[in-house]
């Protein structure tokens, strides 16, 4: 049965004033207890408290994030560098999964270097499950641009037949694309999808500020900047769908995530996730 859990990069400031298992104590007080580690420097310190609150508070370490090369500022081990730690942290922790979150900024450039990367990922996760562990792909909405008709997600996944796909609904949604066919689409690949809501705000008081003052620029840009991520339940997916389909695919982890909280506080939301889910009728899948 899929396990709803959270995306822990919206706990990193948290992980880094409390600590991981303070961090995951108080997710489990809300009535999460699977979590996907992203965006939390993998220490000796916080992988001993990943395992301190997998075993005291019975938390699922669902899978653990990394990078293919290149850190690029985020603290996060790679497959280049790092292969032979990532697959200890996996057997410490209990995990099967590993995801890596985007493209590298540098492969964006073209075609030839997505293809490159996916070249290089598919190696890897032939070696990863090799030693028991599957490696899977997570989307933004960049992957839905087109190439000679073919959109940019299928090129990777046909180019690199070995990895998996981590489903993002609100980028699928951004990308243009149905995020419950989506689901459908890739149900033989998809054993992870982020559940993030796709809300559309309200124009900001100075956007007609500056409209009055004849900057045209600055209001259009609020204007087409009122796409918002979300709570889950609190902008326009449709969950019942979207968790209906991932049950029926057999995705084995659904993760709350919000990319940004627009002043809120993190546990707050993500209490707010809960309780619309719970209301949706989806206790059981905590």
Not at 74 to 92: E, G, N, Q, S
Not at 209 to 227: H, I, N, R, S
Not at 240 to 251: F, Q, S
């Amino acid at each position: 049965m899929a396990k709803i859990g959270v995306q822990a990069m919206m706990l990193k400031d948290s992980f880094g004033e409390v600590g991981a298992f303070q961090t995951l104590k108080r997710i489990t007080d809300i009535g999460y207890h699977a979590v996907e580690v992203s965006q939390i420097p993998m220490t000796t310190e916080n992988v001993d408290q990943l395992v301190r609150a997998r075993d005291e508070l019975g938390m699922d370490i669902a899978s653990l994030s990394a990078g293919l090369r290149g850190k690029a500022g985020i603290p996060m081990d790679t497959l280049t560098d790092d292969y032979d730690k990532i697959v200890a942290d996996c057997r410490r922790l209990d995990t099967t999964m590993v995801r890596i979150g985007m493209l590298p900024f540098d492969a964006m450039a073209s075609l030839d270097l997505v293809l490159e990367f996916a070249d290089q990922t598919n190696e890897y996760a032939e070696r990863l499950a090799a030693d028991g562990i599957r490696l899977y792909y997570h989307n933004h909405h960049i992957e839905f641009a087109k190439y000679d008709g073919k959109l940019l997600l299928d090129i990777i996944a046909d180019r690199a037949p070995a990895m998996g796909l981590e489903l993002d609904v609100h980028w699928v949604q951004r990308g243009g694309k149905d995020p419950v066919a989506t689901i459908h689409k890739y149900s033989d690949r998809v054993a992870m999808i982020h559940l993030k809501d796709y809300r559309i705000g309200q124009l900001p008081a100075d956007a007609f500020t500056a409209l009055e003052a004849g900057d045209f620029k600055t209001f259009m840009d609020a204007f087409t900047g009122v796409v918002q991520f979300a709570e889950v339940g609190e902008g326009n997916l449709d969950f019942a769908a979207i968790i209906a389909a991932a049950v029926d695919t057999d995705a084995e982890y659904l993760l709350v995530e919000q990319d940004q909280l627009y002043g809120r506080d993190v546990f707050d939301c993500l209490q707010t996730s809960y309780d619309n889910l719970v209301a949706l009728g989806h206790r059981d899948l905590f």
